[in-house]
């Protein structure tokens, strides 16, 4: 029977565990649903660009309150899950604050200072709230901001209020434990906040508060298995990856756009006077569609985007489309491409790895052509954005679709390219007009 608390906290784990790698491994085959482009040049810079974005939150403190407050709740839930290592080991092995006689009195500076940063993520998180839901700030007010991301954002903040009273709860309740000299709770770790708690509990019994300290202790570590299960069909899922992301963020120089290789081919054919245009190559293999339409024309880079949104909203209050009234959202794109490569993955595993066209597009289902066309592509969006997102690459992609693929572009874009192509100028003057103006008086 003595075994029976570790066999059991070795099943939750490895049912927790387990689940968390099924979704990773869900989550890694959707993003490889994209096409391929190489991000591995020049990894020192993208070392670099990881280091500081993802780990050191450069960007997020260009608005200092809120950005303050993350790096508050990011090094506190990084640090304070350092004490899952012990939780883990006491759980397998049956044993009670495992590292505390090798740390000797380092172990009550980490204690100390996982209480402190717990304290202050309480402080944080509900600043946050009242950020969201009493202040009412504007990005966060949006209309893509309505329904499960609202409901989603919250419930994150009162999981990680709970995750830490109840870490504080089970501090002070072994603290108390320790005073009475409780057999296996050695006298170990210092206190400094949940000391202020023990209060709630000191007309508890020994035999009580080792039951609540017990209650406490499994409760805390179901509670951070569930959240790490939880991340997979949360915006919160950049916690994992930001990493990744900001390391194959995009480097080029802003307002540089790809070239289609297809069309770049085609021009060179129109400008080479001893090309064949009427020649055929066996080899060549037919050009791939134009453009994105729906996500599986995406490449892998672009899908990582999505699912790392965190749905802050700095890229559409940064956005100038958005400020005077237009229906563009670059929040809202990225959302929408999740959400429909969430609906085309969960296709292709019930069908065998084989999509079955469900009859929708992420164009016109989820995007529509308004929302594109009201981009200025000024890059303010791909600045902004604290891990390195770039809405505008699946905005233009999903243009070229629009343009090359169905001719459906805004009437003043068919005229200037319609003189472009036959006055070779914007402008609806004959080439022979152009210098007219000269002579006039």
């Not at 292709?348 to 066309?373: A, C, H, Q, T, V």
Request: charged letters at 20%; proline letters at 5%; glycine letters at 4%.
């Amino acid at each position: 029977m003595e075994l029976m608390p570790n066999f059991l906290f070795f099943i939750i784990l490895s049912i927790g565990i387990g689940f968390f790698v099924l979704n990773i491994k869900k989550l890694i085959c959707n993003i490889k649903l994209g096409k391929d482009i190489d991000r591995y040049d020049n990894k020192s810079e993208r070392w670099k660009n990881m280091i500081l974005l993802a780990l050191g939150q450069t960007k997020m403190i260009h608005r200092p309150i809120s950005g303050v407050l993350h790096v508050v709740v990011y090094v506190g839930f990084i640090l304070i899950n350092v004490e899952l290592l012990e939780i883990v080991t006491d759980g397998i092995l049956g044993t009670h604050r495992v590292f505390a006689p090798f740390m000797g009195s380092f172990y009550n500076f980490l204690t100390a200072t996982f209480e402190i940063l717990a304290f202050l993520v309480i402080i944080s998180v509900v600043v946050f709230w009242i950020r969201r839901n009493m202040i009412k700030i504007k990005r966060f007010m949006n209309p893509e901001m309505k329904g499960w991301p609202k409901y989603d954002a919250d419930v994150i903040l009162y999981f990680e209020i709970v995750l830490m009273f109840l870490f504080l709860s089970m501090n002070a309740t072994d603290s108390l434990l320790q005073d009475l000299n409780t057999p296996n709770y050695i006298n170990a770790g210092s206190f400094p906040i949940s000391k202020y708690l023990q209060p709630l509990f000191n007309d508890f019994s020994q035999s009580n508060l080792i039951i609540l300290e017990r209650v406490f202790w499994w409760l805390h570590i179901i509670g951070i298995l569930i959240f790490a299960n939880y991340l997979y069909y949360s915006k919160h899922l950049h916690i994992l990856l930001a990493f990744p992301n900001t390391f194959f963020a995009n480097l080029d120089s802003k307002g540089r756009f790809k070239n289609n290789s297809n069309v770049t081919k085609e021009v060179k054919l129109m400008l080479d006077p001893n090309a064949d245009p009427y020649a055929v190559n066996s080899s060549d293999s037919p050009p791939e569609k134009f453009g994105v339409s729906d996500v599986i024309d995406m490449n892998w880079v672009q899908l990582l985007n999505a699912y790392s949104c965190t749905e802050c909203g700095r890229c559409t209050s940064e956005c100038p489309a958005n400020q005077t009234g237009k229906k563009l959202s670059p929040r809202k794109i990225m959302m929408d491409t999740r959400d429909r490569l969430t609906e085309v993955g969960d296709n292709y595993r019930i069908n065998n790895k084989k999509f079955i066209p469900d009859g929708k597009e992420l164009l016109n289902d989820y995007i529509s052509p308004e929302e594109l066309w009201a981009c200025t592509s000024c890059n303010a969006c791909v600045e902004a954005c604290p891990i390195g997102i770039d809405p505008l690459s699946i905005i233009m992609d999903m243009r070229q679709y629009l343009v090359m693929e169905q001719s459906s572009a805004p009437g003043d874009l068919n005229n200037m390219m319609g003189n472009i192509e036959n006055n070779g100028a914007p402008w609806p003057f004959n080439n022979q007009d152009r210098l007219l103006w000269a002579n006039e008086n």
